[in-house]
T-cell receptor, first 112, second 116 residues
């Protein structure tokens, strides 16, 4: 069974801090994704990666960056956290073209 | 860019009632379609998917969905719901990709409550 592990379930940070959210998958998947989930807005794509060191912007990349140094790990970085980045962050991976995505449990991030 | 519209944000049904959740998408090309479910406190799980072939797809837990290309729709159905179906349901679409990857575009979700 596919396992997508996000390093923290809950995280509290302060405005202006640099925040790292980590995600690891154990299925050797090429593709990895970061979404944020907000009530009434559904999930929105922030960034994705289709290979090591490759990244593509999603629908709402502003204020975020990503890093993929190893195939199994995909990090989301909030360069300077702001209160409007308080949200649930979901990581996902997929095994290739036209394959379903598998999601982690999410990280609920609060920026104070 | 594609978009997804889910018709109902909140649905309340009694056990054994039939369910249909509407989903429409906008995109000019070929798409892959998904329904995901999120049970309280759990991660998003795939209910069913459509890539090609038979437009009526069956998923887990007795759910099915029908892809109607002419209507850009992918409605989710279940003939008889159970209390354990209480969850949030998301419709999602991605362009059919011959290479590389594309993220999913999600609808805003439907919160389904089943009353015993």
């Amino acid at each position: 069974d596919v396992k997508v592990t996000q390093s923290s379930r809950y995280l509290v940070k302060r405005t202006g801090e640099k925040v790292f959210l980590e995600c690891v998958q154990d299925m050797d998947h090429e593709n990895m994704f970061w979404y944020r989930q907000d009530p009434g807005l559904g999930l929105r794509l922030i960034y994705f990666s289709y290979d090591v060191k490759m990244k593509e912007k999603g629908d709402i990349p502003e204020g975020y960056s990503v890093s993929r140094e190893k195939k199994e790990r995909f990090s989301l970085i909030l360069e300077s956290a702001s209160t409007n980045q308080t949200s649930m962050y979901l990581c996902a991976s997929s095994g290739g073209n036209n394959q379903p995505q598998h999601f982690g449990d999410g990280t609920r991030l609060s920026i104070l | 860019a594609q978009s997804v519209s889910q018709h109902n944000h909140h649905v309340i049904l009694s056990e054994a009632a039939s369910l249909e959740l509407g989903c429409n998408y906008s995109y000019g090309g070929t798409v892959n379609l998904f329904w995901y479910v999120q049970y309280p406190g759990q991660h998003l799980q795939l209910l069913l998917k459509y890539f090609s072939g038979d437009p009526l797809v069956k998923g887990i837990k007795g759910f099915e969905a029908e892809f109607i290309k002419s209507k850009f729709s992918f409605n989710l159905r279940k003939p008889s719901v159970q209390w354990s179906d209480t969850a949030e349901y998301f419709c999602a679409v991605t362009p059919y990709s011959g290479g590389g990857a594309d993220g999913l575009t999600f609808g805003k979700g439907t919160h389904l409550i089943i009353q015993p």
